[in-house]
């Protein structure tokens, strides 16, 4: 029952350490000494020494070995790389969530993917006083609804998630539609749906998000109320949300074929889009919608 305990003080501690030694090394103008870095963050040496040799283990550290000093490892840069790429996607894709918007008339979200979970990076709401609200940091699981097949699709699957599963409800109610579910529906079709799938009240649409190198690691989507967004305006909406995918996965780099649409240039350009305040949520700032 181990995994059930909860992380004691000392545990808590030790992890808060570990991060001011980094925020140390970062602030430091020349690599530091032990001695240097025990002082900088009120430790013990043998204290810091057991820290530094945990971090470097991770790669978030690295030692001289001729000058016994210390600097921020490599895979310290990967994550600063990771942070700039969300915010790279963030200012490519608003113009391209806004149009879409207008087009759709629905709530665009952009999610992206965090291991077995997804978290919503921005949305830009429906001008319906009834419509869809996603708030922006909300953490979904990768089991359930359009984003979740959407990248499990076109990405890794789930850990312990089986290629082929029998067909829930959902997928039936999709298929009797003319709408496509599962996994290999998906990569061919290029998007997956959701009807009321993951929320009662709520019908979503997503399509994958292609960076340079063909990976998949987030999805553009339109949800709004089923009784206003079901099958017929999902059609409708499908060609739009892949055409916009595209448009930001090009962004990225992208330069292969989107699946479903057999000629780029045979679909319509989406319309400028005005810039309103305040009608994007990003960070912690959000507003309720109308019940749905």
Same mark, same amino acid.
């Given at each position: 029952?181990?995994?059930?305990?909860?992380?004691d003080?000392?545990?808590?501690?030790?992890?808060?350490?570990?991060a001011?030694?980094?925020?140390?090394?970062?602030?430091a103008p020349?690599?530091?000494?032990?001695?240097?870095l025990?002082?900088?963050?009120g430790?013990?040496?043998s204290?810091?020494?057991?820290?530094l040799t945990?971090?470097e283990?991770? &790669?978030? !550290?690295?030692r001289?070995?001729?000058?016994?000093?210390?600097?921020?490892?490599?895979? !310290?840069?990967?994550l600063?790389?990771?942070?700039?790429? &969300?915010?790279?996607l963030?200012?490519? +894709?608003?113009?391209?969530?806004?149009?879409?918007r207008? @087009?759709?008339?629905?709530?665009v979200v952009? @999610?992206?993917?965090?291991?077995?979970?997804h978290i919503?990076?921005?949305q830009?709401e429906?001008?319906?006083e009834?419509?869809?609200h996603?708030?922006?940091?909300? !953490?979904?699981p990768?089991?359930?609804?359009?984003?979740?097949?959407?990248l499990?699709?076109?990405?890794?699957?789930?850990? &312990?998630?089986?290629e082929?599963?029998?067909?829930?409800?959902?997928?039936?109610?999709?298929?009797a539609?003319?709408l496509?579910?599962?996994?290999?529906?998906v990569?061919?079709?290029?998007? +997956?749906v959701s009807?009321?799938?993951?929320e009662?009240?709520?019908?979503?649409?997503?399509?994958?998000?292609?960076?340079?190198h063909g +990976?998949v690691w987030?999805a553009? !989507?339109?949800?709004g109320?089923?009784?206003?967004f079901?099958?017929?305006?999902?059609?409708?909406?499908a060609?739009?949300?892949?055409?916009?995918?595209l448009?930001?996965?090009?962004e990225? &780099?992208y330069?292969?074929?989107?699946p479903?649409?057999?000629?780029?240039?045979g679909?319509?350009?989406?319309?400028?889009?005005?810039?309103?305040?305040g009608?994007?949520?990003r960070?912690?700032r959000?507003?309720?919608?109308?019940?749905?």
């Amino acid at each position: 029952m181990r995994n059930n305990v909860l992380p004691d003080r000392n545990s808590v501690q030790a992890v808060e350490r570990a991060a001011d030694l980094l925020f140390a090394l970062a602030a430091a103008p020349a690599a530091p000494a032990l001695r240097e870095l025990a002082h900088a963050v009120g430790c013990s040496t043998s204290t810091v020494l057991r820290l530094l040799t945990a971090l470097e283990k991770k &790669g978030l !550290v690295e030692r001289d070995p001729l000058t016994r000093r210390y600097s921020l490892g490599p895979r !310290v840069h990967a994550l600063a790389s990771a942070r700039s790429r &969300g915010a790279d996607l963030y200012a490519r +894709a608003l113009p391209h969530m806004r149009a879409l918007r207008d @087009q759709s008339g629905e709530s665009v979200v952009l @999610q992206v993917r965090a291991g077995d979970q997804h978290i919503c990076l921005a949305q830009v709401e429906s001008r319906h006083e009834i419509r869809r609200h996603v708030a922006v940091g909300q !953490v979904f699981p990768l089991t359930r609804g359009a984003t979740a097949l959407v990248l499990r699709a076109f990405g890794e699957p789930a850990r &312990g998630e089986p290629e082929d599963t029998p067909p829930s409800l959902a997928d039936r109610r999709a298929r009797a539609a003319g709408l496509p579910r599962g996994l290999a529906a998906v990569r061919a079709a290029g998007y +997956a749906v959701s009807l009321e799938e993951r929320e009662p009240g709520v019908s979503a649409i997503a399509a994958p998000i292609f960076d340079a190198h063909g +990976a998949v690691w987030a999805a553009l !989507v339109v949800s709004g109320p089923a009784q206003r967004f079901g099958p017929t305006r999902m059609r409708a909406v499908a060609t739009p949300l892949r055409t916009a995918a595209l448009a930001i996965s090009r962004e990225q &780099g992208y330069r292969g074929a989107y699946p479903g649409l057999a000629e780029e240039a045979g679909h319509p350009r989406l319309a400028s889009a005005p810039t309103a305040p305040g009608e994007v949520r990003r960070g912690s700032r959000a507003t309720r919608s109308a019940p749905q």
